[in-house]
């Protein structure tokens, strides 16, 4: 009975946790040199870091999907997307972006 008691107070204290803070609603705004956003002033350009990039989205726009290579160009190694915007990476840089009809950078398929 004790392990069935000590079991609720464990339940009981769970659901008195924290709740993590919302996202702060950045908004990343695709352009023809990467990503604006637009409330800070500030870019995520083409040719950074794949982890200067998937970091920022990832915190403010949640998990990622991670997409096939199938009809990428040889040198992309990484197709991610949050939503509907997707990222495409090299090894070492961000090197575009698709959403809906629009795109810029390399990007894969037609």
Known sequence: MRRGAALLALVGLAACAPVP????????RPDAGGLAVPETGRRVDFGRAPAGV????????????????????????????????????????????RQGAERAGQVCGG
Request: charged share 25%.
């Open 21 to 28: 803070p919302d996202r702060t609603g950045v908004a990343f």
């Open 54 to 97: 998937v970091a920022p989205l990832t915190r403010e726009l949640g998990p990622f999907d991670p997409l096939p290579l199938a009809t990428c160009p040889d040198a992309i190694t990484q197709r991610l997307r949050w939503g509907d915007l997707e990222l495409t990476f090299t090894q070492e840089r961000f090197v575009g972006w």
